[in-house]
């Protein structure tokens, strides 16, 4: 066994294992404390780089939700203006100036339990690949291989979509966002393909017991799973908030597939 690996394992049984988390110190709104207090306990520094989380692992925490991350991978393109400051991007469709929220208004759903604040999530917007949803957008591939949401506005079954769209985008296959092969590549193999990666198991009583490891991932392992309907999109953007929750994930059963060996 290599010596970084050992020095996990050492870790884990040293500050994790027989442990409940304890996040009571955190804002109990927050759905990663659990994993924050994981990850102090491990001995790793909270940020928001796309690299492996501890000597070349990345490292995933036990979930409820019956689904784990491999990344929140905001797409390239959008159609609407994003960006920071004077970088301001809107390269799908120049001829069009929409705001992140006109995007989301036309786009995506109001919430009459957040006050019909907007969002882009759940029933706007495709999750599996070749998804189309009732609000007529499509999650596919191009020819190069970069992911794509289009909108089709014959397959929007909206009763008011001619009042919701603008008349010049009542049209079919409209980009509305695009991830390029390469960046997802470089994220993906960046964080998966160098030692592997490990999570951090809890036992029927939820006190960390074990911990698990799992062999490397490369982009065309990953780009296969997602056409297989493995790997899926979860968005989860809205009004607000201008983080892009751009989350793409597995279930756990998948994940847990993968292990190698545990410990």
Aim: aromatic share 14%; charged share 25%.
């Amino acid at each position: 066994m290599c010596e970084n690996k050992q020095e996990i394992i050492n870790r884990f049984y040293k500050n994790v294992r027989t442990l409940f988390p304890d996040t009571s110190g955190s804002n109990k709104k927050h759905a990663g404390k659990e994993g924050h207090w994981l990850e102090t306990k491990m001995g790793i520094i909270h940020n928001g780089d796309n690299e492996p989380d501890l000597f070349g692992y990345e490292m995933k925490n036990q979930t409820t939700s019956g689904k784990i991350t491999f990344g929140d991978w905001t797409a390239d393109e959008y159609i609407f203006l994003h960006g920071r400051g004077k970088n301001k991007i809107n390269s799908i469709n120049k001829e069009f100036q929409l705001t992140r929220d006109n995007f989301l208004t036309i786009f995506g759903k109001p919430n009459e339990k957040k006050g019909d604040r907007y969002s882009w999530s759940g029933i706007p917007c495709p999750t599996y690949f070749n998804d189309i949803t009732a609000f007529g957008q499509h999650l596919t591939m191009d020819k190069n291989g970069n992911i794509l949401i289009k909108y089709n506005f014959s397959k929007d079954t909206r009763d008011n979509k001619f009042e919701l769209v603008h008349k010049n985008m009542q049209r079919e296959g409209l980009i509305l966002a695009r991830w390029n092969k390469n960046s997802l590549k470089s994220k993906l193999e960046k964080k998966f393909n160098q030692k592997g990666w490990f999570t951090c198991l809890k036992d029927k009583e939820g006190k960390y017991s074990k911990i698990s490891f799992g062999l490397p991932m490369n982009y065309e392992t990953w780009i296969e799973l997602f056409i297989q309907k493995v790997v899926f999109f979860d968005s989860g953007m809205y009004q607000g908030n201008n983080r892009p929750y751009s989350m793409w994930r597995a279930k756990t059963g998948y994940w847990h597939s993968l292990i190698q060996d545990s410990y």
